[in-house]
């Protein structure tokens, strides 16, 4: 499983360089992965991104109403 941690961590690493990192050879490592692929044990590849830093993006404003009503029979006045 050697081979799924370091693509967790990037998964834009170049076969190369993955295969020295596990003592395969590219070949090897690009079946390992395709075998991962296909068993569902990698299911995608996804980026993550900063929006703050996106020009002409507009973000996310939400209004949100919270209403509580407490629990009744648990109140002691004094």
Known sequence: MEIVEILEKDS?????DLAKMVGLTAEETEQSIKKLEDNKI???YI???DWTKVEE???VRAMIDV??????GNL???
Do not use: L
């Open 12 to 16: 834009r690493i170049a076969i190369n």
């Open 42 to 44: 990698i299911v995608k």
């Open 47 to 49: 980026s993550i991104v």
């Open 57 to 59: 993006h507009p973000g």
């Open 67 to 72: 209403k509580v009503t407490p629990k009744r």
């Open 76 to 78: 002691s006045f004094q």
